[in-house]
């Protein structure tokens, strides 16, 4: 493979003074390792997606942040199990749903104590996945949700478009998708407790995630998987700001690690309804 993009696509990330590497999409071995190299001697850290080429395990190793826990359903199957010759990325297809219900709890603890070991931290955006591979709630709901008001409307037209490919004669059934997702609460639930960092991020700008209450309703989701809720800032006095709307909106996105420390009431602070009538 050609690997000069990636050593001059991290060089110039550098010089552009960004903050981090996402890795999206890499399927090529090689490529990948030279983005992870390329980006700890540029001092970067990566963060991202993992393919089932590459591997959650190997990506943890690497020291990159995963997102979506892309690859750790994969990670949590037997090294014999028919399903790891399938290529099935971030959604295991229906007749792996029986496969996947037998993992148990003490596997979950078995892998989240390898995660530990290496300090990766975790985005698994849980509502994102349940809003998208959800059949029982329509299109036309999500679309009256507060929030969606500021999406412009070519957005929600893509949108309703992309979550209609999503279903077929080999999508998730209502019954896979609940079986999919008890699993990655489950996981979510067994990493917080093995103290891995678990990051808020809603994934805005996906499929019916609205910049700020996508962030709220990750927070009430993680909280709904045992984690305690909890914001690192003062969305308040970010509600206050004199900014345009589409800037505080992107404010009160940002990505916030949970605090397992701070006051179970601490998510009442994060007004979103102040911040909408403050740019009204």
């Known amino acids: 493979p050609k690997l000069g993009p990636a050593k001059t696509g991290v060089g110039e990330a550098k010089s552009g003074t960004f903050d981090f590497i996402k890795v999206h999409a890499v399927r090529d071995v090689a490529v990948w390792q030279t983005l992870i190299d390329e980006a700890a001697r540029a001092g970067?850290?990566?963060v991202g997606h993992v393919t089932d080429?590459?591997?959650f395990i190997r990506a943890i190793?690497?020291?990159q942040q995963v997102e979506h826990l892309e690859g750790v359903p994969r990670a949590m199957l037997p090294p014999d199990s028919p399903a790891l010759k399938e290529n099935f990325g971030q959604v295991p297809p229906p007749r792996l749903a029986g496969e996947l219900a037998r993992i148990t709890d003490a596997d979950i603890a078995r892998l989240a104590a390898q995660v530990k070991a290496f300090g990766a931290y975790q985005g698994p955006t849980?509502?994102?996945?349940e809003r998208i591979f959800d059949p029982s709630v329509s299109d036309e709901k999500f679309l009256t949700e507060p929030g969606m008001e500021f999406m412009p409307k070519p957005i929600l037209n893509e949108w309703v478009q992309h979550r209609?490919?999503?279903?077929g004669p080999s999508s998730l059934t209502q019954k896979s998708a609940k079986g999919l997702h008890d699993l990655r609460r489950r996981l979510v639930r067994g990493f917080h407790r093995a103290g891995i960092p678990i990051i808020a991020g809603s994934g805005t700008p996906q499929l019916y995630q609205a910049y700020g209450v996508g962030l709220i309703r990750e927070i009430?989701?993680?909280?709904?998987?045992?984690?305690?809720p909890a914001l690192a800032?003062?969305?308040d006095r970010l509600a206050r700001d004199d900014r345009t709307a589409v800037v505080l909106l992107r404010k009160l996105e940002v990505e916030l690690e949970l605090d397992a420390s701070a006051e179970p009431d601490a998510l009442a602070r994060a007004q979103y309804v102040d911040a909408l009538e403050e740019i009204k």
Do not use: R, S
């Open 233 to 235: 800032g003062n969305l």
């Open 44 to 46: 970067l850290p990566t």
């Open 53 to 55: 080429k590459i591997g």
């Open 61 to 63: 190793e690497a020291g």
């Open 220 to 228: 009430e989701t993680l909280a709904g998987a045992g984690l305690t």
């Open 164 to 167: 209609g490919g999503f279903w």
């Open 126 to 129: 849980l509502t994102l996945f």
